[in-house]
């Protein structure tokens, strides 16, 4: 068999053209294979696998429902607001967490049931882009055939840059420059726009940040921290070829860690207390006050170029958009690039030009044509809501951020993301 029939392992069937990309299945227990559907577009055939294993009980489900700010089925008990915190109380839950993530692997994020997706590096970035946004997924793993390996990640960061690059070149975008890039030449040309704004950059690719099944969750958790990465694959090496099983996240750990202790809440002393207590997230300075880190927000009548801008300057996810009380209207995330796939938006319009309003319009047309979003895309909490409301909120499959408003008004106050939680849980 050739690499790529190879890497398809017991569920390899034939695909369709060079450079597609595939679905695959390659536990090291039974897998069975339940729908094999062909998908079409107007550039693109390929076929697609969805398979079921055996693991744990699905509770997971995509999206919140009821009022966005409570959380249903809580399973902790409440006790006396505020809370002094004790510097002995984050110490002993810190430590008990990272016992708990030290003795657990990543087989225990392997959901019951879900696709797993693959891109060749040969493919083009349109067709990606395309890809991406029908399958309903913001990333996936670039697999090089010339290699028999996976190299890297593509993210809806490399699209925001690419609309960017292409902004910078034309006064238009057009489906034909995005026709003749590869995802291959697509990566040496960010590496080469790196280095043109950061001399001290690096001068070779960067390495693929992956895990083992049998790597402690909290070889995990680091691994995202660390560098930077939303996502990280899960590869099994044990055969010749290695074996893609699933795309780990935060979302994924903390939901491991509210599990293991739903029943034992008062082993970890910090869970009772408000957010506000904690030095949890990034909160908009008070007047007089300094803050280290900018609070970063844009009112709904700015341009999507200066939205995506600020989240790759600011090397932020998501920026909250607020009226002109700075009372939470909406949030716009790196993810909602891929809806600009919609109609081939990005053909047919100017970043400058397109209001962040406008853009979220086409975000959330493009969500309910697809079906992609099962509740709100805008998540929230209150200052005063204890630590273990926001885990719980946090480990819903979507929410990856919880923005901090206050009552009533809405008025923005901070933000606190997954990555916030576990620098703080970690330690």
Same mark, same amino acid.
Request: with cysteine; glycine share 6%.
């Given at each position: 068999m050739t690499s790529w029939e190879e890497w398809m392992g017991d569920t390899y069937y034939e695909i369709n053209g060079s450079g597609l990309y595939g679905l695959k299945s390659c536990f090291p227990y039974p897998a069975k294979l339940v729908a094999d559907s062909g998908i079409q577009s107007s550039s693109v055939?390929? #076929?697609?696998?969805?398979?079921? @294993?055996? @693991?744990?009980?699905?509770?997971?489900?995509?999206g919140v429902t009821g009022d966005s700010m409570d959380i249903d089925?809580?399973?902790? *008990?409440?006790?006396?607001? /505020?809370?002094?915190?004790?510097?002995?109380?984050?110490?002993?839950?810190? *430590?008990?967490?990272?016992?708990?993530?030290? !003795? *657990?692997?990543?087989?225990?994020?392997?959901p019951e049931s879900g696709k797993v997706v693959a891109l060749d590096v040969s493919l083009p970035v349109k067709q990606a882009f395309h890809i991406l946004y029908e399958q309903g997924i913001s990333v996936a793993p670039l697999w090089d055939h010339n290699v028999g390996r996976f190299v890297g990640i593509l993210s809806p960061l490399d699209f925001i840059l690419i609309l960017r690059e292409l902004g910078n070149h034309g006064s238009e975008l057009t489906e034909e420059e995005l026709e003749t890039h590869?995802?291959?030449? @697509? &990566?040496?040309?960010?590496? +080469? %726009?790196?280095?043109?704004?950061?001399? /001290?950059?690096?001068?070779?690719?960067? #390495?693929?940040?992956?895990?083992?099944? *049998?790597?402690?969750?909290?070889?995990?958790?680091? &691994? =995202?921290? +660390? /560098? &930077?990465?939303? !996502?990280?694959?899960?590869?099994?090496?044990?055969?010749s070829v290695p074996q893609l099983l699933h795309l780990a996240s935060l979302t994924g750990v903390l939901k491991c860690i509210c599990r293991h202790f739903k029943h034992s809440p008062a082993s970890l002393p910090i869970l009772q207390q408000p957010i506000c207590s904690i030095p949890l997230g990034t909160w908009v300075p &008070?007047?007089?006050?300094? /803050?280290? #880190?900018?609070? $970063?927000?844009? #009112?709904?009548? $700015?341009?999507?170029s200066d939205a995506l801008s600020l989240l790759v300057q600011a090397e932020v996810s998501a920026v909250p958009i607020v009226d002109e009380n700075d009372s939470l209207l909406d949030i716009y995330c790196r993810s909602d690039i891929t809806a600009l796939a919609k109609d081939r938006a990005y053909a047919q319009i100017h970043l400058n030009e397109l209001s962040i309003h406008q853009? %979220?319009?086409?975000?959330?047309? $493009?969500?309910?044509?697809?079906?992609?979003?099962?509740? +709100?895309?805008?998540?929230?909490? =209150?200052?005063?809501?204890?630590?273990h409301k926001v885990m719980d909120r946090l480990a819903i499959p979507g929410v990856r951020r919880l923005v901090i408003v206050e009552a009533g008004s809405k008025r923005v106050e901070g933000i606190i993301s997954l990555t916030d939680l576990f620098r703080f849980l970690i330690g």
């Open positions: 055939h390929f #076929r697609s696998f969805s398979l079921l @294993w055996r @693991w744990f009980s699905v509770s997971e489900t995509p089925g809580d399973p902790f *008990h409440h006790s006396d607001a /505020n809370p002094k915190i004790l510097e002995a109380d984050v110490e002993l839950s810190r *430590h008990r967490i990272s016992v708990f993530l030290s !003795t *657990h692997t990543a087989y225990e994020l392997l590869a995802i291959s030449a @697509w &990566k040496e040309g960010k590496l +080469q %726009l790196t280095r043109k704004f950061d001399t /001290n950059g690096p001068l070779n690719p960067r #390495r693929l940040i992956d895990a083992g099944p *049998h790597d402690s969750l909290k070889d995990v958790a680091l &691994k =995202l921290l +660390q /560098n &930077k990465v939303a !996502t990280i694959p899960i590869i099994s090496q044990d055969g &008070k007047i007089g006050e300094s /803050n280290g #880190r900018p609070f $970063a927000m844009l #009112r709904a009548n $700015a341009s999507l853009a %979220l319009q086409l975000t959330q047309e $493009a969500s309910a044509s697809y079906g992609f979003f099962n509740g +709100q895309r805008c998540h929230m909490c =209150l200052g005063s809501d204890p630590l």
